[in-house]
C-alpha cells in the first residue's frame, strides 16, 4: 500500500503545478506560440525600432507585452515608464529568461516606474543578456485607458 501511495500524492502534487505562468493564453496552461497579439510574451510587440509604445486597456484585454533589446557591452541605469492611465494599471519588467526583475504597483492612476541596473556582465555568455520583456496590466475589468510605455537605457557607461 505504501508503494501506491507515494506515486499518487506526486502525482496530485504535479497536476496541481502551474507550469508555463503567464505565458498561455487560455485555459489549458499550455504556451500558445501565436503572435497574433501582445497578450502573451511569445506576441510581445517589439520595441527595438521604438522606445515608445502607445497601447490601450480594456475589459476585454487587460494585459500587453512588449520586449526590447538594450544589447551591447554596456552598463547603465534601465527606466520603464507607464504614463497617461486614467485608473489603476501596473507594469512589471522581466529578464530573458522570463525571471520578474521588477514591478511598480502604485495606486489609482499614478504614474508606474521601474528603474534597475544593467550589467552587461550578469549571464555574458549568453546572447540573450540584454532582452527585457515588459508586462503591462490591468486586475480591474471596468478599466479602459489609453496608456504611453516608455524605456531609457543610458549607454553612458561603456566597458
Request: proline share 4%.
Amino acid at each position: 500500500m505504501k508503494l501506491l501511495f507515494a506515486p499518487l500524492v506526486v502525482s496530485l502534487f504535479l497536476a496541481g503545478c502551474d507550469t508555463y505562468p503567464d505565458i498561455a493564453d487560455d485555459s489549458s496552461n499550455r504556451p500558445d506560440p501565436s503572435e497574433a497579439s501582445n497578450d502573451t510574451f511569445f506576441g510581445a510587440e517589439d520595441l527595438n525600432e521604438s522606445n515608445t509604445a502607445i497601447g490601450t486597456l480594456t475589459g476585454d484585454d487587460t494585459v500587453d507585452h512588449y520586449k526590447f533589446n538594450v544589447g551591447g557591452n554596456f552598463n547603465g541605469p534601465l527606466i520603464v515608464q507607464l504614463n497617461g492611465v486614467t485608473g489603476d494599471a501596473d507594469i512589471e519588467l522581466y529578464d530573458y529568461n522570463l525571471n520578474l526583475v521588477s514591478w511598480s504597483r502604485n495606486p489609482d492612476g499614478s504614474e508606474e516606474e521601474i528603474t534597475v541596473w544593467h550589467d552587461a556582465a550578469f549571464n555574458s555568455d549568453s546572447y540573450d543578456v540584454g532582452l527585457y520583456f515588459i508586462r503591462v496590466y490591468s486586475d480591474h475589468a471596468d478599466l479602459i485607458s489609453d496608456y504611453t510605455l516608455q524605456y531609457d537605457f543610458d549607454k553612458g557607461n561603456a566597458e
